[in-house]
């Protein structure tokens, strides 16, 4: 146990949290407007964010290094005006999580949301209510395990994601290094202690998210 490094573990919580808190804020919204507004603009909206879960890592990794590598508008904008990098940082790992990972958050709360009696909203509105206030006291606490069940998800996906934050972070030592990606340089380089050890906190942290999730599908089918 002398030779684990638990850098890897650290920065892999971290940068999923911060992914799932990203995802809420971004994807709670959107899982709301996809629910109250329908036609063609909706369906491409709601077709493009459920790209990633059908696309391979590596072209997930490939159109994010085209779109904010330091070569495109947008990674030589932030270069040169903020001194902010993407690629090969923390913050390409975290943008990296997102992407793969807020279309579980979008879904599973979009169900949970369009799920909601509409005699509630409708008595909402004729009280004057409005329509963010329907939103957060209304939708939101009827359509709670949903909403859970898409932040555990969301959360779990950014924990594992290996393709698409190599791609973009890299595997780089002390700096972008997560769990994933640190089980195969393990592999690769003959640590089977580190990868016994992550490998063991991976299994444990999806058992425990598809548990979770599992359960309160049990109790939404209850009502």
Do not use: H
């Not at 709670?28 to 879960?53: C, K």
């Not at 072209?59 to 990674?75: A, D, E, K, M, T």
Request: proline share 4%; with cysteine; glycine share 8%.
């Amino acid at each position: 146990m002398d030779n684990i490094d638990l850098f890897p573990l650290f920065l892999s919580f971290r940068v999923a949290l911060t992914a799932t808190l990203i995802g809420i804020v971004c994807g709670l919204p959107l899982a709301y407007l996809l629910v109250r507004r329908q036609g063609r603009l909706s369906d491409f909206i709601d077709t493009l964010t459920n790209l990633p879960v059908v696309l391979p890592p590596t072209v997930l990794g490939y159109y994010l290094l085209v779109l904010l590598g330091r070569s495109s508008w947008i990674g030589r904008f932030l270069e040169e005006q903020f001194n902010i990098m993407i690629v090969f940082t923390t913050t390409g790992a975290v943008i990296a999580a997102t992407v793969v990972s807020i279309p579980y958050m979008i879904k599973s709360s979009r169900a949970a949301l369009a799920e909601i009696n509409e005699d509630y909203i409708n008595a909402a509105r004729l009280l004057g209510r409005s329509e963010l206030n329907i939103f957060a006291t209304i939708m939101v606490p009827i359509a709670w395990r949903g909403i859970i069940s898409g932040i555990t998800m969301s959360f779990a996906r950014a924990l594992g994601d290996f393709g698409t934050t190599l791609m973009v972070a890299g595997s780089i030592p002390g700096k972008t290094l997560t769990m994933p990606i640190a089980i195969y340089d393990s592999l690769q380089a003959g640590n089977y202690d580190m990868a016994n050890f992550l490998v063991l906190i991976m299994t444990t942290v999806a058992f425990a998210v598809l548990y979770i999730v599992n359960r309160l599908e049990k109790r939404i089918k209850k009502g």
